[in-house]
Structures are given as C-alpha cells and as structure tokens.
C-alpha cells in the first residue's frame, strides 16, 4: 500500500468515479481498478459496493477515506517542506465567527511573536465548515464555540463562554430586572446562520423550554447582528465578549439566563489520530489563556425566568 494507492481511493470516493480518478491522475481506468482491488486485499475489506454500474463508498470505505486525507495531506505537506527553499513551517488553523471577530487577531499577534519561524493561515467559518476542513485534512485545528459531530474529532473545552441576549437601550425590555421567557414570544430575533454553534446552542434551549422563535434576520457577521439590535427593535442571543463595549458604554442592555443555561466554552478541535506539532501546542496555550468572563461585573442586567 503506497500513497498513490491512498490518492487514487479518495479520488474515486470523492467523485464516485473510477473514470474521473483515471482522469486526474493521467492513468487508464483499468490502472484505478487494479488500485482499488489492491487496497481491499491488503486491508482485507470492500471499499466500494458495484450496484448497476454505480459505486457506493462502504462503512469499511468511509473509516479509510477519514484517515488517508490526513495521511495524504501530511506526506504532501512533508514532500512541500522538504523541497521548498527556507523551509518555512506552516500552520492552518480555523475559527468559528464569534471566536474570529472577538479574539483571533489577538491569538495570531501571540503567536507570531512566540513562533516568528511559522507560518500561520487562518479560516473563519461556522463550526460545521470548520469541522468539515479539519476531517479532510484542510486545517490543522480548529478553535470553535459548538459541539462538533464526528467522533473522529478530538473536541477539548479551553475558553469559558456564555450566551445573553441583547436589545437596544431603548428596547420595552431594556432596563426590566426580569423578563419572563413567554415574553420572548412575540419577539423578533436576528439569529446566526444554520451550522453556528451559537445558533444551535440558543435554539436547543427555546424549543426544549417550549418557546418558537420568530427569526427576522439571519446573518454570518456578528458586527452587522449588533447593528440590526441596535437600529431595528429587535432581540439576539450573541457571545457576552461580542457585546461588551455595547453593554458597557450602556448601547444595549443585556438579560441573562437565571439558570446559566446558555453557558458554554470555545473548544479546541482537531483530528484524533494527528501529530501535534510544537506550533499546534503553542496555539492551544494561548487559547487557553483567554479565560477572564468578568464583562457584566458592576453592569446592570436582566435575568431570564423560565416560568
């Protein structure tokens, strides 16, 4: 079993064609079937079930296919840094939004000066993308605020969070000491898109206690949800360390859950089976670092009764 083995499967699973494999890799189609046939003797197990003229990747298939993107990124990524001049390290992290607009630049900035031989690319998305590119071996880890997916993701809690909700000073709920949680009711929400870990969090919360949202806005950038709460008499459930100026300088007022139901951490997430590498190491203590949730310390807010 070579890494030409490795690449020529996963061409064939991603495409779901033995032709296209043959294509891309300059073979003939016979050269991609005798591949296929010599991984399944090695490992003993069929990769690929032939239903008329189709092929459907098995359980057996899938279990390969996870660990050679990471096989074939990382003998790539060797090939590239052994042959390229400098061989200068790199290193690929992703962040979900709320980790990115409220404290990627920082953790970059702590880098750099820690590691000034790595270098690092960034990828900012919703905590589904980010799992999704650390599986196919595109990022190296990934500081998230959701709950990933896949068992074949190591998932570690580094960074307290919370939720609040948020309205504008001049809000009907703006000042109260409790809002009850059926007042939400008929109230218009700006929510994260499908696949944010904030989203998923807030939403699990109402439909369990009962409570249907009434979304107006579904938007990815957490800046332009603070300027819809703020110009449109509308509610959100966002980050407290997105929303800290907002609160502090008395913008916006925020309600709390009486019962922190809404609290969480930002995870540090990478594939189970990878090698961590010294600047992997470096990011993870610098997350960890950003402990400090003392935002609404002396600042009035609201709380949440769920009666």
């Not at 990933?148 to 939720?163: E, F, I, M, Q, R």
Request: glycine share 6%.
């Amino acid at each position: 079993m070579t890494i030409r083995h490795l690449k020529i499967f996963i061409a064939v699973a991603e495409t779901g064609k033995m032709s296209s494999a043959a294509v891309k890799y300059f073979i003939s189609q016979p050269s991609v079937s005798q591949a296929i046939k010599e991984l399944e003797t090695h490992y003993g197990v069929l990769l690929f079930e032939r239903i008329a003229k189709k092929l459907y990747i098995t359980d057996a298939g899938k279990n390969l296919l996870n660990y050679a993107r990471v096989a074939v990124k990382q003998f790539d990524e060797l090939d590239k840094y052994m042959l390229a001049e400098g061989h200068a390290e790199k290193i690929r992290i992703g962040a979900t939004v709320t980790v990115g607009s409220c404290m990627l630049s920082s953790i970059l900035s702590r880098f750099r000066e820690r590691m000034p031989q790595v270098e690092p690319f960034c990828y900012v998305n919703n905590t589904r993308s980010i799992e999704d590119k650390i599986l196919k071996a595109e990022l190296d880890i990934g500081i998230i605020e959701g709950q990933v997916k896949s068992h074949d993701l190591v998932n570690t809690p580094a960074v307290k969070d919370y939720l609040v909700i948020v309205c504008a000073k001049n809000h009907r709920l703006a000042g109260r000491k409790r809002v009850s949680l059926q007042e939400l009711r008929n109230e218009l929400f700006v929510m994260r898109e499908e696949g944010s870990g904030t989203r998923e969090l807030f939403e699990n919360y109402m439909h369990q206690s009962g409570v249907e949202l009434k979304i107006g806005w579904e938007v990815t950038c957490p800046g332009v949800i603070k300027d819809i709460v703020l110009e449109n008499n509308c509610l959100a459930a966002i980050s407290i360390r997105l929303v800290a100026e907002e609160i502090k300088s008395g913008r916006m007022y925020v309600i709390k859950s009486k019962d922190n139901d809404w609290d969480r951490s930002f995870n540090i997430a990478y594939y189970k089976n990878k090698y961590i590498t010294d600047s992997m190491k470096s990011v993870i203590e610098i997350v960890r670092e950003y402990n400090s949730t003392d935002i609404l310390q002396g600042i009035r807010a609201g709380m949440l009764l769920n009666d």
